[in-house]
């Protein structure tokens, strides 16, 4: 059974960089897709980007030029980094793993709420 | 605006049965078998419980099912129980550079 649990910090300030770690236990980050989905209150969903078996990343084109995704396989972890927050981007921010098919997602973190706020 | 419009919410009595509606595109539910319905609870994680428009994942009640025609994909709810109320949220492929498109969502009530 797959396992995802995000951390990082849950405060920030307008211009500040994002950073979120998910962990992952239950079965090795290389072998599946992997990606990160975010929910402003009382909003809808919003892919934010994969990362492949591979190591290979793709964004959504709205967010592409502030967001980097990226794996460190020996501690079964991949991270996102958003750059140039406002407070727009104040969501609850979702790991989750692609089930094997595509455009769908079979197991989620808990999420955590990332607020920016002056 | 969301991409894909679905209602904003929906009602039924328990034991009743309900639909709620996802229309998208040609670009996106029109062209590609890969929609997928999500319930979301207050305070939890989305959970996946339609996926490829018609798939049930397992341990998903089989009152749960999903069709799609033409540009508009539906979740039907067949024996309306308690629990079932919750948002709901359907999910398309929407080709290799958007990737993918969401709804905005759904509230479902049982009375």
């Known amino acids: 059974q797959v396992q995802l649990q995000e951390s990082g910090p849950g405060l920030l300030k307008p211009s500040e960089t994002l950073s979120l770690t998910c962990t992952v236990s239950?079965?090795?980050?290389?072998?599946?897709?992997w990606s990160w989905i975010r929910q402003p209150p009382g909003n809808t969903l919003e892919w934010i980007g994969y990362?492949?078996?591979?190591?290979?990343?793709k964004s959504n084109p709205s967010l592409e030029s502030r967001v980097t995704i990226s794996v460190d396989t020996s501690m079964n972890q991949f991270s996102l980094k958003l750059t140039s927050v406002t407070a727009a981007d104040t969501a609850i921010y979702y790991c989750?793993?692609?089930?094997?098919?595509?455009?769908?997602?079979?197991?989620w973190g808990q999420g955590t709420l990332v607020t920016v706020s002056a | 605006q969301s991409a894909l419009t679905q209602p904003a919410s929906v009602s039924g009595s328990p034991g009743q049965s309900i639909t709620i509606s996802c229309t998208g595109t040609?670009?996106?539910?029109?062209?590609?078998?890969?929609v997928s319905w999500y319930q979301q609870h207050p305070g939890t994680a989305p959970k996946l419980i339609i996926f490829e428009a018609t798939k049930r994942p397992s341990g998903v009640p089989n009152r749960f099912s999903g069709s799609k025609s033409g540009n508009t994909a539906s979740l039907t709810i067949s024996g309306l129980q308690a629990e079932d109320e919750a948002d709901y949220y359907c999910?398309?492929?929407?080709?290799?550079?958007?990737?993918?498109?969401f709804g905005g969502g759904t509230k479902l009530t049982v009375l």
């Open positions: 990362l492949t078996p591979s190591g290979t990343t």
């Open positions: 040609s670009s996106d539910v029109g062209s590609y078998n890969l």
């Open positions: 239950g079965g090795s980050i290389s072998s599946y897709y």
């Open positions: 989750a793993k692609i089930k094997t098919g595509g455009a769908s997602w079979d197991y």
């Open positions: 999910c398309s492929h929407a080709g290799s550079y958007i990737y993918v498109v």
